[in-house]
């Protein structure tokens, strides 16, 4: 049993970074099938973080009451779109869908990406 774990997270591994090396330079080809693949899995996997996430943030900006009450509502509405972006993101990993460059469909990319402005 470990050694079929290890050996579809080897093959994830290898689907996730399939595309990095053939990056030429340009803006349309940052993004392969094997990195949409990878990100699809990694949302839905990672769909159900976004609630204590979401009332963490919420908490650390108003109060406690209002991050279980309201954190709670927005961690599982963004979980829900996070989990259903990353199906998306999977059934269509072949296809120029929704836009040539596969990129993603929602920001921030990963759930432990903090959103807003990235600077160099």
Sequence with gaps: MR???IAVLAILMM???SGSWA???TESAKYQWGDK???GFLNVVSSPI???VQIYN???DKNLAIGWTLGLVQGLAQGFIRFSAG???IVTCPFDFPEAKKGPLIEPEFVW???GPKYV
């Design 15 to 17: 689907l996730g970074g």
């Design 87 to 89: 199906v998306i993101d």
């Design 3 to 5: 050694k079929k774990i």
């Design 37 to 39: 693949l990878t990100r």
């Design 23 to 25: 990056w030429d330079g």
């Design 113 to 115: 990406e903090k959103p």
């Design 58 to 60: 919420t908490t650390s």
């Design 50 to 52: 976004e609630v204590p």
